[in-house]
């Protein structure tokens, strides 16, 4: 199985895993989920609406009138100070009788619009009466039951546990306070209604609506609400997401402020959740926001919905964010740099997470912007995973293919970059290097096998490293010839002069051999350099299994040929033009002359590669002269400056039997 197969076989698997998770709700990804997503409250500024007041039953209360419960006359003689108009909703249950009770039930008969809350429970201490459910029974949502009749949408309800009967039948209208936590036990979201004994009853927030507006709540879709003319979004449950507010923009006042007339103007005409909020008496919810008191939660909603603020959850939006986080590391695949990998994958995250805090921000779309990391993560280290093996393998080939050629240096951006080995070629200037033994089978028949080959190989060790040395690839050896380039496969700058330091220091360290060799009754080496700098092709020559990084072109053949003439002209190092016009005056050469190589129609220019030493230099001066004489066609002259130099200078002799055979 191939890499690439490998990592598609992972990703289809991490892709069914993830889909899985989000869509059954899997732990712990969920309560990580949603706890991720609640940071989208921390960054939001919204303002609860001012239409609603909540009362509070709150320590300076507790303090006046002493710890809860109260007799139920201080409460009557508290809502007495509201206006009869004000829609009240009580937050609290009474399902105890007392002497109050009357009194308390004649104050709530002078309002036109209270709400009472009851609880369902899995269980309760007492069951419902049959005048009881009467009671509540006409406050259920008939038409909307009637719409959903053959569906299960919303929790039922087992057991109530409501007020006394003196306290219900005051009460305009009657809800449900109920609510259900998520996994991770925070409350999250907020219920539209529940069934219980066959009846379908909204919750105080609900209620609280369809008396301000006027209007009764209906089904729009499979997934939404209308009452009035806003949209509530709601889950198969029937479960609305809560869009959360500054605690500080919740607009609350004490109970005691009320009982004592300082409400009066403040309240009018508002939606008044009268409820609890001492701690250690009254219904505290763990929320996104931190501790609310109950009452706020049901706040909460009725603003969401009179501000059209609730969330809605678009979960085709999130799959399809997660699809694709699941493919977005397929692009990496073809980066090369794992650091411009980790920028995509960070910027492209970092775009969706803004455009999701936008969405929630603006139009109250919730996206999960948590399990899209996930799959992100995951895949990302799989692919990573997978690219590391890849360039393991690469790195491994490189390294044994070519650490024999390259010096370390160079081997290790090779390995950086492995596509620069890929089966094909490219058009590159290269200085190209050849150097080969003189008279080399003399030598070669006087040895046995076993020690020719060890001869060569005390030859081309120390020739190899002072190649690999100055950054030149070992292209390849030719029975004694030895063949390199200089700029591939990587860039080397001043790639001339690397050839040109390779073959001075080449001669330096065959005087050091031949020493050796002499001692021990070995013959000396001779060796001759050809050096041309051309465009080339250079690149991978043969198959996908079988090949070799190589140069081809005129150029790698006029350094080829250029080597040869070391014999007629008795020097040891010859450069093009080509190269001269590369190395400036760093070197010392001197001008041989231009000639016409094999398979080359322009004659090429060449120049000799010496040593620079203050030896050298007076023969470079005294053979300038003599070939300026050459040059101007003055031959008599030019011989015998020859002559006089050949015993010192070998070069000499080429261009003396030259004239000679002018003369003749």
């Known amino acids: 199985m191939t890499n690439r197969v490998k990592y598609l076989s992972i990703l289809f698997s991490v892709s069914l895993l993830f889909f899985g998770a989000y869509i059954t709700k899997l732990e712990p990804l969920y309560s990580f989920s949603l706890r991720f997503n609640d940071f989208n409250f921390a960054l939001q500024d919204k303002k609860a609406s001012q239409e609603i007041v909540f009362i509070s039953i709150d320590e300076a209360s507790v303090n006046t009138f002493g710890r809860w419960p109260w007799n139920r006359d201080i409460l009557a003689q508290g809502i007495d100070k509201l206006d009869t108009s004000n829609i009240l909703i009580l937050d609290m249950v009474f399902s105890e009788p007392t002497r109050q009770d009357k009194l308390l039930a004649d104050t709530l008969e002078k309002h036109e619009n209270t709400i009472c809350g009851f609880f369902l429970r899995h269980k309760a201490s007492m069951s419902i009466n049959a005048t009881q459910l009467d009671l509540i029974s006409d406050s259920s949502l008939e038409r909307l039951a009637s719409e959903i009749a053959n569906e299960r949408r919303f929790v039922q309800g087992n057991e109530a546990e409501v007020n006394t009967d003196f306290l219900l039948s005051s009460c305009a209208f009657n809800a449900t306070f109920s609510t259900l936590r998520d996994k991770d036990q925070l409350l999250r979201k907020y219920p539209l209604a529940f069934n219980f004994q066959e009846e379908l009853y909204p919750s105080l927030g609900i209620q609280a609506l369809r008396v301000r507006l006027n209007k009764d709540l209906l089904i729009q879709s499979p997934d939404s609400f209308i009452l009035g003319e806003h949209v509530i979004s709601a889950d198969h449950q029937g479960f609305a997401s809560l869009n959360f507010y500054e605690k500080e923009s919740y607009q609350q006042y004490s109970f005691l402020d009320l009982y004592e007339g300082r409400l009066n103007k403040t309240l009018q005409n508002k939606i008044v959740i009268l409820g609890i909020s001492e701690v250690g008496v009254g219904d505290i919810k763990l929320t996104p926001v931190g501790l609310l008191p109950g009452p706020l939660v049901h706040y909460t909603f009725i603003s969401n919905v009179l501000n059209d603020e609730l969330l809605h959850d678009n979960k085709a939006l999130t799959l399809a964010s997660l699809f694709i986080f699941l493919l977005l590391p397929l ?258 050469i001197r001008p041989l002359e231009r000639v016409q190589v094999k398979g080359k129609e322009e004659k090429t220019l060449l120049y000799e590669l010496l040593k620079d030493t203050q030896n050298n230099r007076n023969k470079v001066k005294h053979y300038e002269e003599a070939l300026r004489l050459y040059n101007e066609k003055n031959t008599a002259d030019a011989l015998t400056r020859f002559i006089q130099l050949q015993d010192s200078d070998p070069v000499c002799e080429y261009f003396i039997e030259k004239i000679k055979n002018i003369s003749t």
Request: net charge neutral; with cysteine.
């Open 331 to 588: 692009i990496g695949l073809h980066v090369k740099q794992i650091y411009t990998r980790l920028i995509i994958y960070a910027v492209g995250y970092l775009l969706f997470l803004t455009a999701t805090k936008i969405a929630f921000f603006q139009i109250h779309l919730y996206v999960d912007a948590f399990y899209p990391l996930i799959a992100l993560i995951a895949t990302a280290i799989a692919s990573e995973s997978i690219l590391y093996q890849e360039q393991e393998q690469k790195s491994r080939f490189i390294s044994d293919a070519f650490s024999s050629y390259l010096s370390p240096v160079l081997l290790k951006k090779l390995m950086q970059e492995p596509e620069r080995l890929q089966l094909g070629g490219e058009k590159r200037e290269l200085t190209i290097f050849f150097s080969d033994i003189r008279s080399f089978t003399n030598i070669s028949e006087k040895m046995r096998p076993e020690d020719l080959i060890r001869y060569l190989n005390r030859y081309f060790t120390p020739m190899s490293d002072i190649v690999t040395k100055n950054n030149g690839m070992i292209d390849k050896y030719i029975g004694d010839a030895l063949m390199a380039f200089y700029n591939a496969p990587l860039d080397v700058k001043d790639h001339a002069m690397a050839a040109c330091t390779s073959a001075l220091e080449m001669l330096d360290k065959l005087e050091t051999l031949n020493a050796q060799l002499l001692d021990e009754g070995l013959p000396p080496l001779n060796i001759g350099i050809g050096i041309n700098t051309a465009a080339v092709i250079v690149g991978n020559m043969g198959s996908n299994k079988r090949f070799n990084y190589t140069a081809i072109g005129d150029g790698v053949n006029l350094a080829s040929r250029v080597e040869g003439l070391n014999k007629t002209f008795k020097t040891n190092i010859i450069i093009t033009e080509y190269t001269k016009n590369h190395i400036q005056e760093h070197f010392l």
